[in-house]
């Protein structure tokens, strides 16, 4: 393998990455213009200047192009981001602190605009709901790594639904409040507020 090798498969991922950006935010303009079902992975497609056998070399479906913004990496950034917390604090803090993060680099006014739009048909409400499981899932999987005792895995796997739950709330909150105030200002008060109680 010659040594110009890595440098190529860099400039390979980056426009693979530019691509499916492209995409998506060209999906993101035109379900916002035409609405979720009035838009076409053809008109997808053809906006984003790429034949529709490229488009599924990228996405599977127009549903997992909104689904992309949604998740837009969040449920992925949580693992390693939990992972960098201090196993000597209490876990609900280090999850409270984790998506205090994770929310800080993926959440943006466009997330309103994608939630409305998830919420347009029952099969992306589903869908929505579903990737709130999976980063419930992510953060339990990265507690088991982070604080390793199996007698303490039914309490971690409770932080991470209660911890999802708040994140959910905040998300709802946000959106009805069309983000008039930052988010993380949400998730602060609900991590608070069960705090509080717990």
Same mark, same amino acid.
């Given at each position: 393998?010659?040594?110009?090798?890595?440098?190529?498969?860099?400039?390979?991922?980056?426009?693979?990455?530019?691509?499916?950006?492209?995409?998506?935010?060209?999906?993101?303009?035109?379900?916002?213009?035409?609405?979720?079902?009035?838009?076409?992975?053809?008109?997808?497609?053809?906006?984003?200047?790429?034949?529709?056998?490229?488009?599924?070399?990228?996405?599977?479906?127009?549903?997992?192009?909104?689904?992309?913004?949604?998740?837009?990496?969040?449920?992925?950034? $949580? =693992?390693? *981001?939990?992972?960098?917390?201090?196993?000597? +604090?209490?876990? @609900? &803090?280090?999850?409270?602190?984790? #998506?205090?993060?994770?929310?800080?680099?993926?959440?943006?006014?466009?997330?309103?605009?994608?939630?409305?739009? $998830? =919420?347009? *048909?029952?099969?992306?409400?589903?869908?929505? +709901?579903?990737? @709130? &499981?999976?980063?419930?899932?992510? #953060?339990?999987?990265?507690?088991?790594?982070?604080?390793?005792?199996?007698?303490?895995?039914?309490?971690?796997? $409770?932080?991470? *639904?209660?911890?999802?739950?708040?994140?959910?709330?905040?998300?709802?909150?946000?959106?009805?409040?069309?983000?008039?105030?930052?988010?993380?200002?949400?998730?602060?008060?609900?991590?608070?507020?069960?705090?509080?109680?717990?």
């Amino acid at each position: 393998m010659d040594s110009a090798s890595p440098k190529k498969e860099g400039r390979r991922e980056q426009k693979r990455l530019e691509t499916l950006r492209r995409i998506a935010e060209t999906g993101l303009r035109l379900f916002i213009a035409q609405g979720y079902e009035g838009t076409t992975l053809e008109a997808i497609a053809a906006a984003a200047g790429i034949s529709r056998r490229t488009f599924f070399y990228y996405f599977k479906s127009k549903e997992e192009v909104l689904l992309g913004y949604q998740g837009n990496g969040f449920a992925q950034a $949580l =693992r390693p *981001t939990l992972l960098n917390e201090s196993a000597d +604090q209490p876990p @609900f &803090v280090a999850v409270r602190n984790c #998506l205090s993060k994770v929310a800080a680099r993926y959440v943006t006014k466009d997330s309103i605009i994608v939630d409305r739009l $998830l =919420r347009s *048909t029952e099969a992306l409400r589903a869908r929505k +709901q579903a990737k @709130f &499981v999976e980063m419930e899932e992510e #953060l339990f999987a990265a507690m088991c790594e982070l604080w390793t005792q199996p007698e303490r895995r039914n309490t971690l796997r $409770l932080v991470a *639904t209660i911890s999802i739950g708040a994140l959910r709330l905040a998300f709802e909150s946000w959106r009805q409040d069309s983000g008039k105030r930052p988010f993380a200002k949400y998730l602060q008060e609900n991590f608070a507020v069960l705090e509080a109680e717990i």
